[in-house]
């Protein structure tokens, strides 16, 4: 059973930077994919970005295009550096696990969820 623990959220101001961490375990390092997900307050739950076992393959959302990088620091940790930050950014942020091989923009393919770390970007 693949677990996932987050942190690294906090209160920012507009502009600044946050690099939350997604901690994984129960796999090996070669058979999951992981994705950042962003829920605002009343809002649906929206992809984020997302980085492939495959070298190379990554998503992310056009909002964060430019801004936010995700990227593997090991084996079990996935981290997202948000640049940039702007008020829209605000939401809890889950961190996500699949082990299809399918596109990682396909919403529906992760089926394993942290509890999330809040981001919170103040103006």
């Known amino acids: 059973q693949v677990q996932l623990a987050e942190s690294g959220g906090g209160l920012v101001q507009v502009g600044d930077s946050l690099r939350p961490s997604c901690v994984s375990s129960?796999?090996?390092?070669?058979?999951?994919?992981i994705a950042w997900f962003r829920q605002a307050p009343g809002k649906e739950r929206d992809l984020v970005a997302a980085?492939?076992?495959?070298?190379?393959?990554y998503y992310y959302a056009d909002s964060v295009k430019g801004r936010f990088t995700i990227s593997r620091d090991n084996a079990n940790m996935v981290n997202l550096q948000m640049n940039g930050l702007k008020s829209e950014d605000t939401g809890v942020y889950y961190c996500?696990?699949?082990?299809?091989?399918?596109?990682?923009?396909?919403?529906?393919?992760?089926?394993?969820w942290g509890q999330g770390t809040q981001v919170t970007v103040s103006s």
């Open positions: 996500a696990a699949t082990r299809s091989g399918a596109s990682l923009g396909r919403v529906g393919i992760y089926d394993y």
């Open positions: 129960g796999h090996t390092f070669s058979d999951i994919s």
């Open positions: 980085i492939s076992w495959r070298p190379g393959n």
